[in-house]
Structures are given as structure tokens and as C-alpha cells.
Nanobody, 115 residues
């Protein structure tokens, strides 16, 4: 079965950096569109960044210039490099895989940015 496991979350000060990882199994990873979403308390889940199997990326306006999504197909892993973190980036970050009309979610990892 498909499984997505996020890691790398934690507590950082404003201006700091974190790199999130999402390890995928049970899918043909290199043919799968991968994305990162986040959900802050009291808010809807929102798209942060997405990357195609060919390496094309899109990201939310709020994180442009600060966050970078990438993938390592040899490791079946997608990353989210987060720099210049702000308190408003505090949220649970979720990994998502899209394949053949189906969607799969990881369990989420907490990112907390202190001021």
C-alpha cells in the first residue's frame, strides 16, 4: 500500500531554516506528482508547493523566494527546504502524492516558528 512519511519538523526561531522530508513507498515515485500542504490552527489546508515527475515546480505566493521543493527519485523522497521562516509559517505540514486519479496523504509534521 501507499505510505508517505514526513520528517524534519520542529521548533525554530524566526529567520531560521528547516528541511522537511517525505519518504514514499508503494508507488512508482518517479511518475508521481508530489506536493506539500500546510494547515495552521483555525485555517483551511493550503497548497505550499508542488513538483511534477519532470521536476517542474509551483509554489504559493506566500512562500516564493523562501521555500524550495525538490525530489530525489533514487531515494523516493520529496523535500521542502524552508528558509527565512516566519511565525505565520507555523502549521502542520503534509506530504501529498497524486497518482492515477488517487490522492495519498502523509501523517503530517509540526513546524513551529517562534518570534
Amino acid at each position: 500500500q501507499v505510505q508517505l512519511v514526513e520528517s524534519g519538523g520542529g521548533l525554530v526561531q524566526a529567520g531560521g531554516s528547516l528541511r522537511l522530508s517525505c519518504a514514499a513507498s508503494g508507488i512508482n515515485f518517479r511518475s508521481t506528482v508530489m506536493g506539500w500542504y500546510r494547515q495552521a490552527p483555525g485555517k483551511e489546508r493550503e497548497l505550499v508547493a508542488v513538483i511534477t515527475s519532470g521536476g517542474l515546480t509551483n509554489c504559493a505566493e506566500s512562500v516564493k523566494g523562501r521555500f524550495t521543493i525538490s525530489r530525489d527519485n533514487a531515494k523516493n523522497t520529496v523535500y521542502l527546504q524552508m528558509n527565512s521562516l516566519k511565525p505565520e509559517d507555523t502549521a502542520v505540514y503534509y506530504c501529498k502524492a497524486a497518482k492515477a486519479g488517487d490522492y495519498y496523504w502523509g501523517q503530517g509534521t509540526q513546524v513551529t516558528v517562534s518570534s
